[in-house]
């Protein structure tokens, strides 16, 4: 192994606190130029999606002009330090076409599913994170990871299909339990010895696919589909056990802390929800640096986001329909309050990932974050213009650091694009109006 | 086999008697009045509800207390099962029916893995005297192995034959023993230990979806040829998880084994039993808190600023308050279920106590509301009242959206999407109460439409905060707590109580949801033969639940099988080499 000779920072999670844990760098672990691993592979490309909600106050979140010379207005102000990550889109639209315009569901289901859903209770289908783990989760033990904010297991845009949501991690001790618990095989350990325990559960695993499969015989066609689905389930457990036979690939920046001491105290109150999204990010992205997965999601708030102030007394989503307009300012101040909170811990998730160092470079440069909004103008349930972010390089594939205008082209364009980044063998994204075939060319590097 | 299953019942209990949990109290404490309440029952002739065909055959995934409360009943209460299920998606009004239609996602079935690996450890565990934790493995598993570092054919068999028949549901075939005990003789070897064998069978055993769905299986109808039923095994199922939430206990599957559920005596008598055993509590309990929403409950918060009072304690005993009252009422004292608005019996506890301002004792005790008070049945408990609120206000078009949607089945529809309204929120500090501030916001028309449904009736419970707490005035104006439901005026929430206890839709409401929380998923238009008939039944038994869920559980129509309208089925459900499987096409 070669010398020592430079030092990364990895944040952790000591008692729910942040605290740094220097560690050292192994170079041994990757090429020359620290963008492959020692063995050639390159370094892996993942993706995320994050989401706020109640959109934006276009007066003060859109920038004045467009490409790479752009100031942050007022609303996205906290976004000054990682506006060299980013990439802002706005001025695409999503499209109803015949479906009716369902209050804060109609916006994020095109922007993560391409389609305008029908009514409020329909499950969208498969979601862009999960056709992207199809193709990029590769041997790690999580296809994709699933977080929230909120505390509500139920604040979830992730979907298999439409009879399936996946499942938010809300608890950063659960979480944390999840990733880093005795199944966890530390990527850096000297010796490597396969789990007995592990080679057992793959052995039951076996009789217990073939009963799926018996059970599947018996059950009419739309039973089979979720028998299908519940097989290929079993079908990924089983990989994930052949996968944890194996010695994992090592990855120098992986350094686990502590788990945290106590969780969260429950509730919405935005300083509640902010330190919760700020406990499941630093987890987050220790899992990213050690390859437990390559495709994750994080929710800051619902699409009619609940967060609440102490002393105010209505919540973000009903201050957005009840709040009287400030016709100084030419919107609802206490609105924008919300939102501008939002955009603060939105900053914090690019920064978490920019702060951890990968190769030459940080965690940022080989990921692509796409985040989301379920309207545009919330207070008449808009969703015509809404913002959209992209925060990372994607391994080189893409410029950051601009404002992309969309005039008035499908918003899907930003999710076909972030397929074709990933390597999906795709010609077109979405449904109807939303369908596009083309990419946005000004962000391909 | 017999002693066997006797010697793993006798150590379940023993186990369950050292970890003694304040809800086992609970439930056994009502098991004496529930024998009463079964012979008080208006006796409701099957016929009755008969004349109309049975349901379809469906799969559901287990919910998350259905699986709690199965492992709880194997494996022993204190099992820790954590979390490891996605949410169900309501349908038609129910969380229980989106089980039916709900996947299983590969994200899902990973943290059931590692849910099921945790209660295979926890069986296994040999305890510790440093910890004063017993050792589950002496009780529940049958048998001691010749050599504990090593298999043991014999006793594992013992083992899987006996706990995979609780957990299966049915007995296991001899091929699938055998695959089992093979299983646990690998793991022995591998692992040096019988005991991690036998941990590796039981997390296999949780991850087949023959445990975690519960998938109707059916047989030709020897009564009705031409017809299907459910086998035994899935009737015994239905009953069990309809009655208590949880998968059949060892009589229920030798009532199976021995045919007693294919006669109308039999299963008569069979209904019996289970409604006169405490685990109907358990079974009530879920029903009712997956009518109710309650699983909100799991998130609710409010602005400590405005509400100092509600705290997590209150938070969690206004549910618990709820739920009292509702098995009080319902099973130990067998009243009209209508009487729930009305009543104002209740329990109280320390928490409570503060935000209802009444003086109380330590630990749960019953209270009764003085007759002049504006506390009357369920709407003016807190747990109505702060669900349905926001979290630092009341919410009169919360809570008449949730009264017409709970309680009554009916829907509200959604606020159109391009309203402003803003423009109708008034800074004038004139309107003060929310009365005034909605009637502003009925001035638009648009909005008019629904908020004429939701808040005449909302408003008459405007006397409670969104903590539920009792007031006269709002911002110093008094509260003008009149109302109106569906033509009944009223002026105060006394009124409001009556006009529920005597809305038609209250009981028509509770029949459909229970209908379809029993047959496991939702109603269509082929049930409403089922629905007219048991609301006439219903209402000649006085509206007392326990009969309504006998009713239910003893017609025909609660194990006859039909088609799905409309519907090509390739097969009806049925399990390989124990019921015929047939093609039929519609």
Redesign the interface.
């Known amino acids: 192994m070669k010398d020592i000779t430079r030092r990364r920072i990895l944040r952790g999670v000591v008692d729910g606190s942040k605290v740094t844990v220097a560690l050292p760098f192994l170079n041994a672990f990757l090429n020359g130029n620290g963008t492959a691993l020692a063995d050639g592979a390159p370094l892996p490309v993942r993706f995320g999606t994050w989401a706020w909600g109640l959109g934006m106050n276009e007066k003060i979140f859109v920038p004045k002009t467009k490409g790479a010379d752009w100031e942050l207005p007022e609303e996205i102000e906290s976004l000054k330090n990682v506006k060299k990550h980013i990439n802002l889109y706005t001025r695409f639209n999503g499209f109803r076409d015949a479906a ?4 804060h569901k109609t916006g994020w289901v095109i922007s993560r599913a391409g389609i305008a859903p029908m009514n ?2 329909d ?1 969208p289908g498969e979601t862009i994170d999960i056709s992207i783990a199809k193709k990029i989760a590769g041997p790690t033990r ?3 990871l ?1 977080t929230t904010a ?5 604040d979830s845009f992730s979907y ?2 439409a ?5 938010a991690d809300y608890s950063p001790i ?1 979480f944390y339990t ?1 990733l880093f ?1 005795e ?1 966890f095989q530390d990527p850096n350990a000297k010796e490597f010895k396969p789990n ?2 592990v ?3 793959k ?3 076996s ?2 696919m073939d ?2 499969k ?2 599947q ?11 299908d ?2 097989f ?3 079908r ?2 089983e990989r ?1 056990f052949d996968q944890q036979l194996q010695k994992p690939e090592p990855r120098a920046a992986c350094v686990v802390g502590k788990s945290p001491k106590d969780e969260p105290q ?4 935005y300083k509640l929800v902010g330190k919760r999204h700020e406990m499941m990010t630093d987890l987050l992205v220790m899992a990213i640096t050690c390859d437990q997965s390559r495709v994750f999601n994080m929710a800051y708030s619902q699409s009619a986001a609940a967060t ?1 102030k ?6 973000h989503h ?1 201050a957005s ?5 400030d016709f100084d300012l030419g919107y ?1 101040p206490q609105v924008s309050w919300f939102i501008r909170r939002s955009m603060e811990s939105w900053a914090y998730f690019v920064e978490a990932f920019a702060k951890q160092k990968e190769g030459d470079g940080t965690l940022l440069d080989n990921v692509l974050i796409y985040a989301t909004t379920d309207q545009s103008l919330a ?4 969703i015509d213009n809404q913002p959209m972010f992209t925060a990372g390089r994607a391994g080189g594939k893409i410029k950051t650091g601009l404002h992309v205008v969309g005039d008035g082209t499908p918003g899907t364009r930003l999710g076909y694009t972030a397929m074709k980044v990933m390597g999906l063998d795709v010609s077109g994204w979405g449904t109807q109006s939303n369908a596009t075939q083309k990419e946005i060319g000004e962000i391909i590097a | 086999m017999k002693s066997e299953v006797k010697f793993i019942a006798f150590k379940r209990s023993f186990v369950a008697s050292l970890l003694t949990t304040a809800a086992a109290v609970a439930v056994a404490s009502c098991s004496q009045a529930t024998s009463e309440r079964v012979a008080k029952a208006p006796a409701v002739k099957s016929a009755q509800v008969a004349n109309y065909q049975g349901t379809i ?3 559901r995934r287990m919910t998350p207390e259905q699986y709690h409360n199965t492992v709880a009943y194997i494996f022993g209460a204190d099992i820790d099962v ?2 490891p ?3 169900l ?3 038609d009004g129910l969380l229980a029916s989106g089980a039916a ?11 059931l ?2 849910s099921a ?1 945790s209660i295979a450890a926890q069986v296994i565990d040999k305890g510790s005297l440093d910890q004063h934790t017993p050792s589950r493995r002496d009780f529940l598993v049958p048998c001691k192995p010749v050599d504990e570092n090593a298999a043991d054919d014999a006793c594992a068999t013992k083992f899987v034959k006996e706990v995979g028949r609780l957990l299966y549901r049915r007995p296991l075939s001899e091929a ?1 023993v055998a ?2 005990v093979s ?1 646990a003789r ?2 022995a070897n ?2 040096k230990n019988f005991y ?2 036998i941990a ?2 039981v ?2 055993m949780l ?4 445990v975690l ?1 519960i ?1 109707d ?1 059916t047989e030709p109808d020897p009564e009705h040829p031409g017809r299907r039923r459910l086998d035994a095994y899935s009737l015994a199922s239905r009953l069990s998880f309809f009655l208590w939430d949880a998968a059949p206990d060892d009589q229920l599957i030798k009532d199976a084994e021995s045919g007693l559920l294919f006669t109308a005596k039999g299963r008569a008598k069979v209904v019996d039993r289970m409604l006169a055993s405490p685990r109907i509590e358990q079974g009530t309990r879920a029903f009712f808190d997956d009518m109710f929403g309650f699983e909100d409950f ?2 609710l ?1 409010k ?4 509400y100092p009072v509600m705290t ?1 304690a209150t938070i969690k005993d206004a549910r618990e308050q709820t739920m009292r009252t509702v098995v009080d009422h319902l099973l130990t004292r067998n009243q009209d279920y209508r009487d729930l608005y009305t009543t104002r019996k209740t329990f109280m506890s320390p928490a409570l106590a503060t935000v209802y301002q009444v003086p109380t004792k330590p630990g749960w005790v019953p209270y009764e509301f003085p007759a002049d008070s504006p506390r009357i049945g369920l709407l003016t408990q807190i747990s109505y009242l702060s669900l349905h609120a ?4 009341s919410s009169p078009t919360y809570r008449g959206k949730a009264l017409r949607e709970r309680l009554l089945c009916q829907k509200v529809p ?2 159109p ?7 109708l ?1 008034n ?1 004038n500090p004139l309107l003060k109460t929310a009365r005034q501030r909605l009637e502003a916001h009925r001035a638009n028309p648009v909005c008019a439409g629904c908020h004429k449904i939701t808040d005449p009736m909302g408003l008459a419970l405007e006397n409670f905060d969104g903590a539920g707490r009792f007031r006269a005035q709002e911002k110093g104006a008094d509260i003008d707590a009149s109302g109106s439901l569906d033509g009944k005026e009223f002026t105060n929430v006394v009124g409001l109580g009556q006009a529920m206890h005597d809305h038609p839709q209250l009981t028509s409401c509770l029949v459909r949801r229970v209908y379809s929380y029993a047959t496991g998923g939702p109603l269509s238009s082929a049930d409403d033969g089922a629905i007219t008939a048991l609301n006439a039944a219903f209402g000649q038994a006085g509206y007392r639940y326990p009969a309504l869920l006998r009713m239910i559980a003893t017609s025909d129509a609660f194990y006859e099988i039909v088609e ?1 309208a409309g ?10 080499g124990q019921s015929e ?1 047939t093609a039929v096409t519609k």
């Open positions: 009716p315009n369902l209050c409020q209770t499950y999580f296809s994709v699933t909120t505390g509500n297991i139920r298999e299909n009879n399936s949501m996946s499942i659960l999840k618990g199944d007995p325990r080679m057992v559960r052995s039951v695993l009789g217990i009963s799926a018996d059970l015989g018996t059950v009419g066609a739309e039973d089979k589909q979720r028998l689905q519940y290929t389930g079993l990924e457990l994930q429950a509730g919405l109150d609440s102490t002393g105010y007394d209505k919540p009903t329909h009840e709040e009287p307009v609802q207070r008449i349930h808009s | 055959a469906r799969v954590g979390s299920f996605a949410p998606r309501r349908t239609s709900v996947g299983v996602t590969t994200g899902e079935l990973q943290q893995q590692r690996s699938r695959e089992f299983d690998k793991g591998d692992l991690a064998g590796g069978v997390e296999g991850l087949d979806p023959k769905l998938a299986t799991g998130n918060a602005d400590a600023s405005v997590g926001h979290p630092a206000r959604p606020p999407a391009n309203v402003d309204f803003s423009i929120e800074p799905p519907e090509t089925k390739a097969a009806q459900n049925s399990v390989s499987t």
